[in-house]
């Protein structure tokens, strides 16, 4: 036995000790465990003689649920987002629990958990290879913990009332995902919140779309099984280590494992659980036309006529401000400035036009319609039983309430009032808000506002889609939804945009950064507001983008999964100068023709969960630099695209293998930097570039200009193909079939002359 290490300084024996105070608890010894079909399940004492519960499930032989009970936990209405410990159709294989002198081991054929008898650990191998565990010290100079292990904060009761996790952080770790962050990719140094905000702008940590999930470098991803309050400290406070707190009594995630760390198999595991990415219409990749707001149906008629008039192709078109304004949120149109909504959308339809249309999930208290739906129990309610009260805004005058939508009789009033909408012939139900329910409120279910909070923003979106779903089946259509807010989940409810962004130009690589994040969590179908939803002049008021902001933005949207132009002041081409209309009008056009390839790749997404907008690191997991780059993007398998933002030069990164600019036809050789200058528009220059890989067809629409993305089935000699490669290659693509169905055709491409 080896004796206490000698010491000169501060002698200090035996004593687990914190920086932190007494309500914290933390998991120490092992007292008891035994396994059964439900996994294996051991009662811990903790730090201050209490004890917890912990039961760890594999799901597959590479993913396993992690959930510690402490013996006391405040009341509440917990609802995780898998409810489960194992889930239909899935299956662990053979699983063992063995244990030796020091530690108990529960493994299947791909992984092995570790438990020390000595100290509370959990150390996860991969085929025999550490890939990350628990840290048990993370300690000072006084060996007090600075992060606090596995564990638990108490009330004065000493109920559990909130958990926390944590991990070894590794050297040369990164992390990605957390859904819709606009700061850096790579999330290795940030403290990230996930509690859904009216962010106000898209280039903060705050954000309309957190999710509590993310995966490591390492090949893992974690997703924190709640949808209450959560954050995490990516080696913010710590080089050494990096912690996941919850407001819920229970810990609870799911881990997944992929031994190549190959992150596009690791995201299929996570969309194995969390639900597969459904397919949306193929007119949705065309052009959408909005503002906040078109205020009548002649000022619709008139933006279409115009855009007719000048060759540009519009496929969706939207309106904000359809319902009378102390009736926004009861789904009734004002006839007075939209006369005859049915013949509208008819006439629109006619000419291959969809209308979306916006949703509010709040009422304002002067609403007409709110005295008689408060009285039925409609609105999420305070302590006092009251409806809640809040500003939906920071500048509003008037406030309001949020529907309740864990309400059954709720949701049974709400669910024909839209269908009554859908089955008008709209398209598209944008969601917006959903944000600001205050913590302190009680719903329906009687979850408090903690555990409501995050969950309203999923259910929100989610009962629409699945209304909108049963008028558009009967119609042979696919229902979308356009959604500011959402949480773990809202990928099985396309599609979503980023929330009210700036139209500067350094404002557009934060967007990025988020759209990357988005992939990284399983959503494929993401845009923003081309142009810019805001821009402020220099008095404080609202004034328009200047053309190379515009120019600049419209461009890098044009080239996002889904193209929204929408902003507080026109957003339409023609209201920027002839530079703008030529260019912007040429960009669509090219859009549309790319019509085929961006089915093909949502057709990708929808079959084998692989994102459309791809981070570098998705395609080129093994490449160090690909790994770092956060600027450029992959859109599909075949195209790289490079926006200039605000740089006026910079160096980029084209992965292995060659790549040809699709505009000049240049050809570079890959892993290495090619210099950029990035001109002004005005001096003929652009904000993007685009790069095809080599090896690739990339399928066009056939015609030299196309006003709309067309609907029905699509034959192969309805397309050209812009093809790259030095040899005859064999490639599959996906178009719309008979059903609309996609269906997999097989082209044969010649190598380039």
Same mark, same amino acid.
């Given at each position: 036995?080896?004796?206490?290490?000698?010491?000169? =300084?501060?002698?200090?024996?035996?004593?687990?000790?914190?920086?932190?105070?007494?309500?914290?608890?933390?998991?120490?010894?092992?007292?008891?465990?035994?396994?059964?079909?439900?996994?294996?399940?051991?009662?811990?004492?903790?730090?201050?003689?209490?004890?917890?519960?912990?039961?760890?499930?594999?799901?597959?032989?590479?993913?396993?649920?992690?959930?510690?009970?402490?013996?006391?936990?405040?009341?509440?209405?917990?609802?995780?987002?898998?409810?489960?410990?194992?889930?239909?159709?899935?299956?662990?294989?053979?699983?063992?629990?063995?244990?030796?002198?020091?530690?108990?081991?529960?493994?299947?054929?791909?992984?092995?958990?570790?438990?020390?008898?000595?100290?509370?650990?959990?150390?996860?191998?991969?085929?025999?290879?550490?890939?990350?565990?628990?840290?048990?010290?993370?300690?000072?100079?006084?060996?007090?913990?600075?992060?606090?292990?596995?564990?638990?904060?108490?009330?004065?009761?000493?109920?559990?009332?909130?958990?926390?996790?944590?991990?070894?952080?590794?050297?040369?770790?990164?992390?990605?995902?957390?859904?819709?962050?606009?700061?850096?990719?790579?999330?290795?140094?940030?403290?990230?919140?996930?509690?859904?905000?009216?962010?106000?702008?898209?280039?903060?940590?705050?954000?309309?779309?957190?999710?509590?999930?993310?995966?490591?470098?390492?090949? =893992?991803?974690?997703?924190?099984?709640?949808?209450?309050?959560?954050?995490?400290?990516?080696?913010?406070?710590?080089?050494?280590?990096?912690?996941?707190?919850?407001?819920?009594?229970?810990?609870?995630?799911?881990?997944?494992?992929?031994?190549?760390?190959?992150?596009?198999?690791?995201?299929?595991?996570?969309?194995?659980?969390?639900?597969?990415?459904?397919?949306?219409?193929?007119?949705?990749?065309?052009?959408?036309?909005?503002?906040?707001?078109?205020?009548?149906?002649?000022?619709?008629?008139?933006?279409?006529?115009?855009?007719?008039?000048?060759?540009?192709?519009?496929?969706?078109?939207?309106?904000?401000?359809?319902?009378?304004?102390?009736?926004?949120?009861?789904?009734?149109?004002?006839?007075?400035?939209?006369?005859?909504?049915?013949?509208?959308?008819?006439?629109?339809?006619?000419?291959?036009?969809?209308?979306?249309?916006?949703?509010?999930?709040?009422?304002?208290?002067?609403?007409?319609?709110?005295?008689?739906?408060?009285?039925?129990?409609?609105?999420?309610?305070?302590?006092?039983?009251?409806?809640?009260?809040?500003?939906?805004?920071?500048?509003?005058?008037?406030?309001?309430?949020?529907?309740?939508?864990?309400?059954?009789?709720?949701?049974?009033?709400?669910?024909?009032?839209?269908?009554?909408?859908?089955?008008?012939?709209?398209?598209?139900?944008?969601?917006?808000?959903?944000?600001?329910?205050?913590?302190?409120?009680?719903?329906?279910?009687?979850?408090?506002?903690?555990?409501?909070?995050?969950?309203?923003?999923?259910? =929100?979106?989610?009962?629409?889609?699945?209304?909108?779903?049963?008028?558009?089946?009967?119609?042979?259509?696919?229902?979308?939804?356009?959604?500011?807010?959402?949480?773990?989940?809202?990928?099985?409810?396309?599609?979503?945009?980023?929330?009210?962004?700036?139209?500067?130009?350094?404002?557009?690589?934060?967007?990025?950064?988020?759209?990357?994040?988005?992939?990284?969590?399983?959503?494929?179908?993401?845009?923003?507001?081309?142009?810019?939803?805001?821009?402020?002049?220099?008095?404080?008021?609202?004034?328009?983008?200047?053309?190379?902001?515009?120019?600049?933005?419209?461009?890098?949207?044009?080239?996002?999964?889904?193209?929204?132009?929408?902003?507080?002041?026109?957003?339409?081409?023609?209201?920027?100068?002839?530079?703008?209309?030529?260019?912007?009008?040429?960009?669509?056009?090219?859009?549309?023709?790319?019509?085929?390839?961006l089915y093909h790749t949502a057709c990708q997404s929808h079959l084998f969960g692989i994102p459309m907008l791809r981070p570098l690191v998705m395609e080129y997991p093994n490449d160090p630099v690909a790994k770092i780059q956060n600027l450029s993007y992959m859109l599909g398998d075949s195209l790289l695209i490079s926006p200039g933002f605000d740089r006026e030069g910079y160096d980029l990164y084209l992965p292995e293998g060659q790549w040809m600019n699709i505009e000049s036809k240049e050809v570079y050789e890959g892993r290495s930097f090619v210099p950029v200058e990035n001109k002004p528009f005005a001096d003929g220059g652009t904000s993007l570039l685009v790069f095809q890989k080599e090896g690739t067809s990339i399928p066009l629409l056939a015609q030299s200009e196309v006003m709309r993305v067309p609907d029905g089935t699509w034959k192969e000699e309805d397309l050209d193909f812009m093809t790259f490669t030095t040899r005859d290659i064999t490639e599959k693509i996906y178009i719309p079939g008979e059903s609309r169905e996609p269906e997999c055709i097989t082209i044969q491409a010649k190598k380039n002359?």
């Amino acid at each position: 036995m080896l004796k206490e290490a000698e010491t000169q =300084y501060n002698p200090q024996y035996g004593i687990r000790r914190t920086v932190f105070s007494d309500e914290y608890d933390f998991l120490t010894v092992i007292e008891s465990a035994s396994a059964d079909e439900k996994g294996v399940h051991f009662l811990v004492r903790t730090w201050k003689e209490r004890t917890a519960a912990v039961c760890v499930t594999f799901l597959t032989p590479s993913v396993f649920r992690f959930v510690m009970v402490p013996e006391l936990t405040a009341d509440s209405h917990r609802q995780p987002v898998i409810e489960h410990a194992s889930q239909e159709g899935f299956e662990a294989g053979n699983v063992s629990f063995t244990e030796d002198e020091d530690k108990y081991i529960y493994a299947t054929e791909r992984l092995s958990l570790h438990f020390s008898k000595k100290y509370w650990e959990m150390s996860i191998y991969q085929n025999g290879k550490l890939l990350t565990k628990e840290q048990a010290f993370d300690t000072n100079v006084d060996n007090r913990w600075k992060q606090l292990p596995t564990g638990f904060k108490v009330n004065t009761f000493g109920e559990s009332i909130s958990t926390f996790e944590q991990f070894v952080l590794f050297s040369d770790e990164m992390f990605w995902g957390f859904g819709e962050k606009f700061t850096h990719f790579n999330k290795r140094g940030q403290k990230i919140k996930c509690w859904q905000k009216d962010a106000l702008s898209t280039n903060t940590e705050d954000s309309y779309k957190s999710h509590p999930y993310f995966t490591s470098s390492r090949g =893992y991803s974690i997703l924190l099984n709640t949808f209450t309050r959560s954050s995490f400290d990516m080696g913010a406070s710590s080089w050494i280590s990096y912690q996941i707190d919850s407001d819920d009594p229970v810990l609870d995630y799911i881990f997944l494992a992929e031994e190549s760390r190959d992150y596009k198999r690791l995201l299929q595991q996570y969309l194995q659980i969390t639900g597969q990415i459904p397919m949306i219409p193929q007119w949705a990749f065309g052009f959408w036309m909005s503002k906040c707001s078109y205020r009548s149906r002649k000022e619709i008629e008139d933006v279409i006529d115009e855009a007719d008039r000048l060759g540009i192709g519009i496929d969706v078109i939207h309106i904000d401000n359809w319902q009378k304004p102390d009736m926004a949120g009861v789904w009734e149109w004002d006839t007075e400035r939209f006369p005859d909504p049915e013949g509208m959308i008819k006439e629109l339809n006619k000419k291959k036009i969809h209308l979306s249309l916006w949703n509010y999930p709040y009422l304002k208290e002067d609403s007409p319609a709110f005295k008689s739906l408060a009285e039925r129990g409609f609105f999420v309610k305070n302590k006092e039983g009251q409806p809640a009260m809040f500003k939906s805004t920071a500048d509003s005058v008037v406030l309001c309430a949020c529907f309740d939508f864990t309400n059954p009789e709720f949701l049974e009033w709400y669910k024909e009032r839209v269908k009554k909408i859908v089955r008008m012939g709209v398209s598209v139900i944008k969601t917006d808000f959903s944000e600001a329910v205050p913590e302190e409120v009680v719903f329906h279910n009687g979850m408090s506002g903690w555990e409501g909070h995050n969950l309203l923003t999923y259910l =929100y979106a989610k009962n629409i889609y699945i209304w909108m779903k049963e008028i558009c089946e009967k119609r042979g259509e696919l229902p979308l939804l356009w959604g500011r807010s959402g949480y773990v989940g809202s990928h099985t409810i396309p599609a979503a945009w980023a929330g009210d962004s700036s139209s500067d130009k350094a404002n557009h690589s934060a967007i990025l950064q988020a759209g990357l994040g988005m992939a990284m969590s399983g959503v494929s179908f993401w845009g923003y507001d081309l142009g810019g939803f805001y821009n402020t002049g220099y008095t404080g008021n609202e004034k328009r983008p200047d053309v190379e902001d515009y120019l600049s933005s419209v461009q890098m949207g044009l080239w996002m999964p889904l193209s929204r132009a929408h902003g507080k002041t026109p957003r339409e081409p023609w209201q920027y100068g002839e530079l703008a209309l030529v260019k912007v009008k040429e960009w669509i056009n090219f859009r549309h023709r790319l019509a085929p390839y961006l089915y093909h790749t949502a057709c990708q997404s929808h079959l084998f969960g692989i994102p459309m907008l791809r981070p570098l690191v998705m395609e080129y997991p093994n490449d160090p630099v690909a790994k770092i780059q956060n600027l450029s993007y992959m859109l599909g398998d075949s195209l790289l695209i490079s926006p200039g933002f605000d740089r006026e030069g910079y160096d980029l990164y084209l992965p292995e293998g060659q790549w040809m600019n699709i505009e000049s036809k240049e050809v570079y050789e890959g892993r290495s930097f090619v210099p950029v200058e990035n001109k002004p528009f005005a001096d003929g220059g652009t904000s993007l570039l685009v790069f095809q890989k080599e090896g690739t067809s990339i399928p066009l629409l056939a015609q030299s200009e196309v006003m709309r993305v067309p609907d029905g089935t699509w034959k192969e000699e309805d397309l050209d193909f812009m093809t790259f490669t030095t040899r005859d290659i064999t490639e599959k693509i996906y178009i719309p079939g008979e059903s609309r169905e996609p269906e997999c055709i097989t082209i044969q491409a010649k190598k380039n002359a």
